[in-house]
């Protein structure tokens, strides 16, 4: 059996092995806090790797609600589908670019929830697969060998690299059968597989020149994978001496971010040959293909040098091979190990997780706000982060889990004050120098009803000029409330109340909109003057609050009465006469005009005139007192009956008037008016007054003689003044004193009369009238004193009242 076949079969054994070692590892793992799990690289994307629900024994009908999330900060290889609670891959893994040469490649992430908050870790080894060929960095290897050289003698081969690891990786080489060179196996102690050309059988320059083999690297995988490279000799004269390194392993410590063309490490080797024998040059015997396009070697001095960015986040440590070769081709092998130093250039990134926005103004303090994740890649001191505020804000952060910070309120909050808050997280690490990074939060509040509507004023106060028109304008309210939206939005409405027992929405409307308040109806400022009612101003929040005010509305008067005239009553009525003395002299006071109005201020003042006058100089009426005066003495030549057309106007705009007249006899007896007649009712009498008087006419004619003796005398005896009232009109007590009184020693009449009148219904037809007087002296006294004789009076009466007629 040939060297080849025994390396396959080993190499199919150890796969078979390391299938079974891979069926237990992707087996239900015990559930705990740490979760391990084992993948092979490449698998499909959604490939499910387990189930961290059923691993982690939670229920997966809670890993929506507690927003499970996996948190990996850099690497989002896999997901978890919070459905099922499967661990799936979410992106294609190459196991080679993301862990290079290192044996064992393990992902770690953290499976977070919330609500309450719980971190787990997940580890994920990634198994290697055969994706990769094994491959020569020079697919032409160059020897020169003295036909001197004896048999037996190893020429060391260039190693070949397989990216993947364990028995993926180069497990063996093979060579082309020929006649002078055969291969030989052996473990570096790194462990690695690497080859030396034997020579079998002495070489004979003048026979072959020239020998090109076909070396064949081969790995451990199913399928299996292999790379060639060309070995070309070149037959020379002898060299019995190869290059030997000072030390066979180099370590060397390089800062990350170094600049490009820092010296990593110069190596040397000495060789003992002379000439081009022992003319050494360096070369990289095994290096990865990432840490190739970092570093660079002097092919004369053996100085490595930095050729690429340096990041200690990528990769911590570099293992590179180093060949020294004569001049014939003899060479040697060193190590080179490479750590990389942490350099504090990273600053902390800053996550939010979870985040209330916006956040209910009325929440009480400690209320959770936001969870802040904060990452930093770099190592040590350069990895520990504080985080604090920057702003004064009614907030504070407090450390949670590991790298987990919860935004916490320590205040209440009030949107009508602060609407928005920008909350600024700094996260500082403890590098030196340190580094920081900024996450600026907004933070909106959201409106909660908590003012009511407020008014402007307490109280309003409204004017409406009366007689206004139905719907007309009062006035208005105004409410703010700072609340929003719906919660500040304000409806206005009356308030149920009534007014002189009538609800008070007979009388006003508030438009519920803008607060505009309108009459419903038309006011008379005689009936009402003055009325309050109160206006609820609510806003549409949930529950709704409200406030109220009160609106007193007062009724302006307008001139919309005229002046009624009390004393002496309308023309249409009844017809007033009174007596003036005939010595009455000037300034007195003859009678006197009253009259009111039901307006008021300045459309009730009233002013009295004289419009018409039977003797215009003899007569004057008080402006605003409504007295009538005699403007001089009374004289003979006067006439006896004097007519006044009294005009009483009030002050409004514009003015309203009313008139009467005023009927004045200058006498100091009846007897000495002879027309009086004519000063009475113009209209007819009734047929009962016809047939009394021919009746009394026939009774009285035996004692006509008699009456006109008695009349004589009593008209001779007793020469006073007498009124006589046609009809019966008797002057309100309320407007006019029974007694008239001298005016600054002016007197009126020399004796104060008051009279009674009793007559029937319909005093404008009545034929009897009962006249009173309280003054003794009078015949119509005397006459009602004497018991014996009543009808005395009723035939006087008769008799005056035919007289006049």
């Known amino acids: 059996m040939s060297l080849k076949s025994s390396y396959v079969k080993f190499g199919q054994f150890l796969h078979l092995l390391r299938v079974v070692f891979f069926v237990l590892l992707i087996s239900p793992p015990i559930v705990s806090e740490d979760l391990s799990y084992t993948v092979q690289e490449e698998m499909k994307q959604r490939y499910v790797i387990g189930n961290v629900a059923k691993d982690l024994g939670l229920d997966v009908l809670k890993l929506t609600g507690r927003k499970a999330r996996i948190d990996d900060s850099s690497k989002g290889f896999v997901d978890v589908h919070f459905n099922t609670g499967d661990l799936i891959i979410a992106e294609i893994i190459d196991r080679e670019k993301l862990c290079g040469s290192r044996q064992n490649c393990i992902l770690n992430y953290e499976l977070v929830l919330e609500n309450p908050l719980e971190l787990h870790r997940i580890s994920l080894q990634i198994d290697d697969i055969n994706d990769n060929a094994p491959t020569f960095l020079n697919k032409r290897i160059a020897f020169e060998i003295q036909e001197s050289a004896i048999k037996g003698q190893h020429f060391v081969l260039d190693e070949a690299h397989d990216s993947d690891v364990g028995v993926n990786g180069v497990i063996g080489y093979s060579l082309q059968i020929n006649n002078h060179f055969s291969l030989s196996v052996h473990d570096n102690k790194n462990g690695r597989k690497y080859a030396e050309l034997v020579l079998e059988r002495e070489l004979d320059r003048e026979q072959q020149k020239d020998i090109d083999l076909i070396l064949t690297a081969f790995d451990g995988g199913i399928p299996q994978r292999s790379g060639t490279a060309v070995i070309h000799i070149s037959v020379l004269d002898a060299n019995d001496n190869v ?214 004023q307490q109280f309003f106060t409204a004017y409406v000029t009366e007689n206004n028109k139905p719907g007309s304008l009062i006035g208005s309210v105004t409410a703010t409330d700072p609340d929003w939206r719906q919660n500040g939005t304000v409806m206005y409405s009356l308030v149920p109340s009534e007014v002189n027992s009538i609800p008070v929405a007979s009388f006003v409307s508030v438009n519920a909109d803008t607060g505009v308040i309108h009459a419903v109806r038309s006011f008379d400022y005689e009936k009402i003057r003055n009325f309050k009612f109160q206006v609820l101003a609510r806003d549409n929040g949930s529950p709704p609050l409200s406030s109220n005010t009160t609106v007193s509305v007062f009724i302006t008067d307008e001139n919309d009465n005229s002046p009624q005239i009390l004393y002496p009553a309308p023309e249409e009525k009844s017809l007033m006469t009174e007596m003036v003395p005939k010595a009455a002299l000037s300034s007195s006071l003859v009678s006197k005009v009253i009259a009111v109005d039901a307006d008021s201020g300045q459309n009730a003042w009233l002013s009295y005139q004289i419009v018409k006058s039977t003797d215009p100089g003899l007569f004057s009426i008080g402006l605003h007192s409504g007295e009538i005066r005699a403007l001089r003495d009374i004289s003979e030549p006067d006439s006896v ?139 119509t006294a005397s006459l009602k004193k004497s018991p014996d004789k009543p009808h005395m009076v009723s035939l006087l009466d008769s008799f005056n009242t035919l007289e006049v007629r």
């Open 243 to 456: 290059p030997v390194f000072g030390q066979p392993v180099y370590r060397v410590v390089l800062v990350e971010n170094a600049p490009l063309g820092t010296e990593v490490v110069t190596v040397n080797a000495y060789d003992a040959d002379e000439g081009a024998n022992g003319a050494v040059t360096y070369e990289f015997s095994h290096i990865s293909h990432s840490a190739a396009l970092l570093f660079t070697i002097e092919k004369l001095t053996g100085q490595i040098s930095v050729n690429g960015d340096i990041d200690y986040e990528d990769e911590k440590y570099y293992e590179i091979g180093i060949r020294a070769k004569d001049g014939s081709g003899l060479a040697s092998t060193a190590t080179i190990i490479i750590n990389v130093s942490d350099v504090n250039d990273n600053a902390p990134n800053i996550n939010i997780k979870a985040l209330n926005n916006p956040l209910p103004e009325n929440v009480i303090a400690g209320t959770e706000v936001a969870i802040i994740n904060v990452q930093d890649k770099d190592s040590g001191d350069n990895r520990q982060v504080q985080c604090s505020i920057q702003e004064n804000v009614p907030f504070k952060l407090n450390k949670s889990i590991k790298n987990y910070f919860t935004l916490l309120t320590t205040g209440i909050l009030d949107r009508e004050k602060e609407t928005n808050y920008n909350i600024t997280i700094v996260a500082t690490d403890r590098g030196t120098p340190p580094l920081s990074s900024f996450m600026t939060i907004n933070l909106t509040v959201s409106d909660v009803n908590d003012n009511s509507p407020s008014f402007v």
């Open 641 to 779: 009956k004097q007519n006044l057309v009294i005009s009483v106007k009030d002050n409004g705009q514009p003015p309203l008037s009313a008139t009467c007249a005023v009927y004045l006899l200058i006498s100091d007896n009846l007897a000495d008016v002879p027309e009086l007649k004519d000063m009475t009712y113009e209209e007819s009498n009734s047929n009962l007054t016809f047939y009394l008087i021919v009746a009394l006419v026939s009774v009285s004619t035996f004692f006509l003689t008699f009456i006109i003796l008695i009349v004589a005398v009593r008209f001779c005896h007793g020469r006073k003044p007498r009124l006589l009232f046609d009809g019966a009109v008797a002057i309100p007590s309320a407007y006019l004193s029974p007694n008239y009184a001298e005016v600054e020693g002016a007197g009126t009449l020399r004796s104060s009369y008051n009279y009674d009148g009793y007559l029937t219904t319909g005093s404008r037809t009545s034929d009897f009238k009962f006249i009173t007087s309280y003054n003794d002296n009078t015949l």
